[in-house]
């Protein structure tokens, strides 16, 4: 089987656009004890020794939760640290549960400190800078690692270097016990260096599956006091702009749900869309047909889109739109037709009727949300 | 009494049409100075009776109307000249004057019945309405007045000799006064010296001249901002519009319902060189735009006070419009003309556009590829890459076509039948640059140039003798625009020259075991930019292929879509061209449709419920009957994909 | 536009294409210049390097009235420093795409020139002595901040600004040399470790080195072999929801 890949696609390529690993996750699990298995297997604690050095990991959390970016700046760490050095992860914003301590420790974190205050939503840079300039002050700490990310860490790790003059590296894609490595070059050349003292991790660099843990103690922030003046008088904070699913362009969009000409009912589409905060998507037959505007068509003579989600319903799949969610991680199909060539793209697919699927759906949304805490 | 009257009038109607034409004559000359000689108004009659008859007798109705209009209109004229300008009154040339006023009146009545609902149940609407509607009645009451008063049997009573002097009065109105104030018969004049002083002379010397004219950038040439930035003679062209709409009629994008109608579109011109509204348009007009909304003048900006981008934008540079105006106007050339101004002084093309000429600024291929991959579809096919140290026959130009998978099927079957032929020939790598196409018809002529002087440099240091492509823009840019800038090669079409190795017996194809019924659809850049209509049916019919002809084919075949980045500008319609086409081939039932285009493969094969699209290489590699086992592979390869 | 700043400048560097290598505008820098030219006629275009680069010509189109060039002397932040101490507002992209494309310049140069700092930039309208500037969140999200002048501000890719290729200004622009002598030529320390290049390839993710059981061993070859997606022919439509929903929870892309 041989992808068609048109070469008339339109390329784009600035600095920022990093190629996008393919999905590597295919395999759906559907038992819940299969789940259960998986997600714990046995592991061991990575050290017992008391630490004599410290690793020191600063991500923000986001919504209470800290992604799997931040995790993978962590179980870098973990990887790289020798029996004597722990682990600190300074999570900046709130942590919701245990849960999310959980995931700390599966990625391997040691030592867990919290400042609840400088949540990314507020725009407070002098004051987070001050935060873990103090902190670094205290912790003394051999290495720092940020995941290079837009919700702060990637702009506060840059100014905490500039700031102390520190050896860094920014958009490291890969990283061992010897070297960083970042793209240059809108990734035609691959720079090398020794480890600095602050990394900053591109996303995807780092298994943060492990075979051990850390111990994800919690520990007590030291009071820091904050010179906050400064930073109130420089910046204002406006406050977070409230972003319906529908608003966001297409381009930007996290989760996509896109019809077909197999969606014979527009309006179940934007229930569901609106189930699942998504954006609406179309093929090009819907959007030629007038049934959704032309800025909705995602393909090579579309929008070409990036989202986490991709949810393809009644598309069959034509080359051309296939080129357009070429970058999309995950990509659910839902069609009639099991030989549709959107079957072998997608990662999950469902064979049945879109509308009567798409119903279901709505209702076990429904459903789910009433349940959840 | 009355002859003196006729004098009187003919001296007068004669006096005011100089005023008008001198007064008309002045909006041309708003126009940028062009070359012209006095004496080019002696090839009018041949240009006339051949070239534009030519055009008109395709609809043989409006043919023989016309020249029966038109001839009595003339002779009829000529003898009131002679007759009562030079006031002879002889009786013999009134028998005259009434022979040719009846056939004028014949003719004028035949104008007016097709635009009434008598014989056919509607005119055809890319008539335009308008003062074209009062046409007929006043050619009408021109004949029938000056036939009545130069009837020499009997003395007209009283009340018929007014009536009849009112009639001609009328008459005379539209032919004279009319003239030089725009009215439709201004087309007379204006026809006739457009014929003479034509912008491209080269079309009457039975010579192809599709080829854009070359912007000098270095002395700011930035292509027509405003009417005024026209040459005198296309702004004369523009006022030679008949408004008969086949244009209209022929044009894709107006068929798709996109923003464009040929006609409209030299009538704003029009508008804007005599300064007004288009209010009076009285035809079709672009789609979603109403009429009156928009005006110019010859020196104000044309868009978007006179004419919307969109419109200029939905053009696919097909020619198909330049090929049915009797008027012999150049639609195309004033599109582009328009299009280099936006794109070079405001930078806005609109959708994917800028994204491709950027690409080929930095690329030189439209897509920011390697311009190694343009021939990583060869490296299994054992074939020669060009260098400066080894000549060949034939070069190899594949164009952006190398970079499509499906049009890579095309290629190799190429080399397939090449090779099967034994012909000396190497493809050119790396050296090759995209040709500029995309870019000229984008109205980006700095980067066109940029890639052709590129092109030609690397072409001069290579030995061929000739350069073959499967492209037609690719044989378009090559054959007739690069000699503009010093690059002269024999540039050939794979059809033309399959043909020759067909007809030459160096290749040898066996019966096709094609057997659905099959169609070819004409790419216009390589039937009417380059006039190659045979050659593709000559090698479909060598294999024992059957073309059933689609309504439209040869030069006046329906456009793909793909032409003049169109696909780029992407221009809203109320359908898409290539499914208009298609609807084309699924009419005559056809479940072939042979192509010979990497553009027309594209597009055609972008409709999702379609005949198969095969080149017309790929069915006459199928038909090869040398077998050695390399060979076979690639059939059944191909084959396989095709399936 | 508005009067109530004095001086606008924005950096632009040297961009090349990946593919050919051709030199270029850095895209990112160009959506820094056109939000520049959106605030005010008269900017100050600086770049650090060679005034013959053929990438300064795309700046030109893309409409930068004039190009300042300061000599690449080893202190490329203490040489813009000296250029920029009188400056309202500096604009630059995010990251450049050639050399030393670290994203980094700017915050040195702010710290340098103690100025605000604003990333991820979208949108600005400029007010007396501030600017409110809208900042790029991921998943759609966006935030308004003010930012009192003297800053620099860093523009986002997808900055809500439209670039104009404009062959014709390329005859009006002009670009200059500054002087060498008014730089500060001292070698300074440099502050990164030293970096060597080679061709992209593609980057092994670092993973824990780990001993496997026999059953993990074989999980892995399994889990790893099977490519494609599931497909679910089977079952009701609440099933076959619920498959989603699974899916949709297992990856985390969806919080209920």
């Known amino acids: 089987m041989t992808t068609r890949i048109n070469p008339h696609r339109q390329a784009q390529v600035s600095a920022d656009d990093l190629k996008r690993e393919p999905a590597t996750i295919k395999r759906i699990v559907l038992s819940k004890a299969q789940i259960a298995v998986?997600?714990?297997?046995?592991?061991?604690?990575?050290?017992?020794?008391?630490?004599?050095?410290?690793?020191?990991?600063?991500?923000?959390?986001?919504?209470?939760?800290?992604?799997?970016?931040?995790?993978?700046?962590?179980?870098?760490?973990?990887?790289?640290?020798?029996?004597?050095?722990?682990?600190?992860?300074?999570?900046?914003?709130?942590?919701?549960?245990?849960?999310?301590?959980?995931?700390?420790?599966?990625?391997?974190?040691?030592?867990?400190?919290?400042?609840?205050?400088?949540?990314?939503?507020?725009?407070?840079?002098?004051?987070?800078?001050?935060?873990?300039?103090?902190?670094?002050?205290?912790?003394?700490?051999?290495?720092?690692?940020?995941?290079?990310?837009?919700?702060?860490?990637?702009?506060?790790?840059?100014?905490?270097?500039?700031?102390?003059?520190?050896?860094?590296?920014?958009?490291?894609?890969?990283?061992?016990?010897?070297?960083?490595?970042?793209?240059?070059?809108?990734?035609?050349?691959?720079?090398?260096?020794?480890?600095?003292?602050?990394?900053?991790?591109?996303?995807?660099?780092?298994?943060?599956?492990?075979?051990?843990?850390?111990?994800?103690?919690?520990?007590?922030?030291?009071?820091?006091?904050?010179?906050?003046?400064?930073?109130?008088?420089?910046?204002?904070?406006?406050?977070?702009?409230?972003?319906?699913?529908?608003?966001?362009?297409?381009?930007?969009?996290?989760?996509?749900?896109?019809?077909?000409?197999?969606?014979?009912?527009?309006?179940?589409?934007?229930?569901?869309?609106?189930?699942?905060?998504?954006?609406?998507?179309?093929?090009?037959?819907?959007?030629?047909?007038?049934?959704?505007?032309?800025?909705?068509?995602?393909?090579?003579?579309?929008?070409t889109v990036t989202a986490s989600t991709y949810m393809a319903i009644g598309i069959s799949g034509a080359v051309q739109h296939l080129q357009g969610i070429k970058d999309c991680r995950h990509v659910i199909a839902i069609n009639k037709d099991a030989s549709a060539p959107i079957i072998k793209r997608a990662d999950l697919s469902i064979i049945g009727d879109a509308e009567e699927v798409m119903q279901a759906l709505i209702a076990e949304i429904t459903k789910a949300k009433v349940g959840a805490p | 009494m009355l002859n003196y009257f006729i004098t009187a009038l003919f001296w007068l109607a004669t006096f005011i049409l100089l005023v008008g034409l001198w007064r008309r004559a002045q909006l041309w000359r708003n126009g940028q100075a062009a070359e012209w000689k006095l004496t080019q108004l002696f090839t009018i009659p041949k240009r006339y009776f051949v070239d534009l008859h030519h055009v008109v007798a395709r609809e043989p109705y409006i043919a023989r109307t016309h020249v029966a209009t038109a001839g009595g209109a003339v002779a009829a004229i000529a003898l009131v000249a002679i007759n009562y300008g030079l006031m002879l009154y002889s009786t013999m040339l009134n028998w005259a004057i009434v022979i040719a006023t009846c056939i004028m009146f014949i003719g004028a009545f035949f104008v007016w019945l097709r635009r009434t609902s008598l014989i056919t149940n509607q005119p055809p609407s890319r008539l335009s309405k308008g003062n074209w509607s009062r046409l007929p009645y006043s050619l009408l009451a021109f004949s029938l007045g000056l036939l009545l008063l130069t009837l020499p049997i009997t003395t007209l009573s009283n009340s018929i000799a007014v009536i009849a002097a009112l009639l001609l009065l009328a008459g005379s109105a539209e032919l004279a006064l009319g003239i030089g104030m725009g009215g439709p018969m201004k087309h007379a004049i204006a026809g006739l010296l457009h014929l003479a002083f034509h912008p491209r002379q080269e079309r009457f010397n039975d010579q192809l001249s599709t080829a854009l004219k070359p912007l000098n950038l270095q002395e700011k040439e930035f292509g027509i901002n405003k009417p005024s930035d026209f040459n005198w003679n296309q702004l004369l062209g523009f006022d030679a519009c008949v408004q008969c709409g086949k244009c209209e009629a022929a044009c894709p994008a107006f068929a798709a319902g996109q923003p464009l109608n040929p006609k409209k579109l030299i009538q704003d011109l029009v508008v804007g060189l005599s300064s007004g509204t288009d209010a009076s348009f009285a035809g079709s007009p672009y789609a979603g735009i109403p009429v009156g909304t928009h005006a110019g003048s010859p020196n104000q900006a044309i868009v978007p006070a006179l004419i919307e981008a969109q419109t200029l934008w939905a053009c696919t540079t097909c020619r198909a419009c330049v090929q049915e105006c009797p008027m012999l106007i150049e639609h195309v050339d004033a599109i582009v003309g328009m299009r280099r101004n936006l794109t070079l002084t405001q930078g806005s093309a609109p959708n994917k556009a800028p994204q491709l000429l950027e690409n080929l600024r930095q690329t030189a291929n439209q897509n920011g590829e390697d311009n190694l991959a343009r021939y990583y579809w060869a490296i299994d096919l054992d074939v020669k890459t060009i260098s400066p140290i080894t000549p060949v026959d034939v070069l190899l130009v594949a164009g952006e076509g190398a970079f499509d998978m499906r049009y890579q099927r095309t290629l190799r079957a190429l080399v397939k039948l090449l090779k099967a032929a034994k012909v000396d020939f190497a493809v050119m790598g790396a050296l090759e640059n995209d040709t500029g196409d995309t870019a000229r018809r984008l109205g980006d002529e700095a980067t066109f140039q940029m890639l052709a002087k590129r092109n030609i440099a690397n072409f001069n240091t290579l030995k061929f003798k000739r350069i073959l492509t499967a492209d037609p823009h690719v044989l378009h840019c090559l054959k007739n625009e690069y000699p503009a800038f010093g690059g002269h090669y024999e540039v050939l079409h794979h059809s033309t020259f399959l043909a020759q190795l067909v007809a030459n017996g160096a290749l040898k194809l066996s019966k096709s075991t094609e057997t659905r019924k099959l169609t070819y659809h004409d790419p216009c850049y390589l039937a009417r930019y380059n006039n190659e209509t045979k050659s593709p049916r000559a090698l479909l019919k060598s294999i024992g292929l059957r073309v059933n002809e689609m309504e439209r084919s040869g030069l006046r075949g329906r456009c793909c879509g793909g032409g003049g980045g169109a696909p780029l500008t992407d221009i809203a319609g109320k359908q898409r061209i290539p499914d208009i086409r298609i609807a084309d081939a699924r009419s005559i039932g056809a479940e072939v449709v042979a192509v010979a285009c990497p553009q027309c493969t594209a597009m055609l094969e972008g409709v999702i419920e379609r005949p198969e699209v095969l080149d017309i290489a790929e069915l006459l590699a199928a038909s090869l009957v040398v077998a050695s086992s390399a060979v076979t592979g690639l059939v059944i390869e191909s084959t396989v994909v095709a399936a | 536009m508005t009067d109530s700043l004095k001086r606008i400048a924005v950096l632009v560097s040297a961009g090349k294409h990946p593919v050919s290598g051709q030199p270029r505008h850095c895209r990112n820098d160009s959506l820094a210049l056109q939000m520049g030219l959106n605030l005010a006629n008269d900017i100050l275009v600086l770049h650090a390097g060679e005034s013959e680069n053929p990438a300064l010509q795309d700046y030109l189109a893309l409409g930068a009235p004039q190009i300042n060039v300061i000599p690449t002397t080893d202190n490329i932040v203490n040489n813009l420093a000296t250029q920029l101490t009188n400056t309202d507002l500096i604009l630059s992209g995010t990251r450049a795409e050639n050399g030393d494309d670290s994203g980094l310049l700017p915050y040195l140069l702010a710290t340098k020139l103690n100025l605000a700092l604003v990333a991820d930039v979208v949108e600005i309208k400029a007010y007396e002595n501030k600017i409110e500037i809208l900042q790029f969140l991921p998943k759609g999200r966006r935030r308004r901040v003010t930012v009192c002048l003297p800053a620099l501000v860093v523009v986002h890719p997808s900055a809500a600004v439209t670039l104009n290729f404009i062959h014709a200004r390329q005859n009006l622009g002009s670009i200059s040399t500054l002087s060498a002598s008014n730089f500060d030529a001292k070698h300074s320390q440099s502050d990164l470790k030293q970096w060597h290049t080679c061709p992209a390839r593609k980057p092994i993710k670092l993973a824990a080195s780990r001993t496997l059981t026999g059953h993990e061993r074989l999980m892995a070859a399994i889990s790893s072999k099977a490519k494609g997606g599931a497909v679910v022919n089977e079952g009701n439509n609440v099933e076959k929801a619920q498959v989603i929903l699974d899916y949709l929870r297992e990856h985390q892309l969806i919080d209920f």
């Open chain 1, 38 to 303: 998986e997600a714990h297997p046995a592991k061991w604690l990575r050290t017992l020794s008391k630490p004599k050095a410290r690793l020191l990991v600063i991500a923000h959390s986001d919504r209470g939760a800290v992604d799997d970016h931040a995790l993978q700046a962590i179980a870098a760490a973990a990887i790289l640290a020798d029996a004597e050095t722990a682990v600190v992860a300074l999570i900046l914003g709130e942590l919701n549960d245990n849960l999310i301590n959980e995931s700390l420790k599966q990625a391997g974190a040691d030592e867990v400190l919290v400042l609840p205050s400088l949540d990314f939503q507020v725009f407070q840079p002098d004051i987070e800078l001050s935060a873990i300039l103090s902190m670094i002050e205290s912790l003394k700490p051999s290495r720092i690692f940020m995941p290079d990310n837009l919700i702060g860490d990637g702009s506060l790790g840059r100014r905490l270097i500039a700031n102390k003059q520190l050896t860094a590296a920014t958009h490291v894609i890969e990283i061992d016990a010897n070297h960083v490595a970042s793209a240059q070059t809108g990734g035609s050349l691959l720079a090398i260096s020794e480890l600095p003292e602050v990394i900053l991790l591109s996303p995807n660099t780092v298994e943060s599956e492990l075979p051990f843990t850390g111990k994800a103690t919690r520990i007590e922030a030291p009071k820091i006091i904050i010179e906050n003046s400064q930073n109130t008088v420089t910046y204002q904070d406006l406050g977070m702009q409230g972003s319906k699913a529908e608003n966001i362009a297409l381009e930007d969009a996290d989760f996509i749900v896109s019809a077909g000409n197999g969606v014979q009912n527009l309006d179940t589409l934007a229930n569901l869309a609106n189930a699942l905060s998504a954006s609406i998507g179309a093929s090009r037959v819907v959007t030629d047909g007038g049934r959704l505007p032309r800025s909705k068509q995602v393909g090579a003579t579309g929008k």
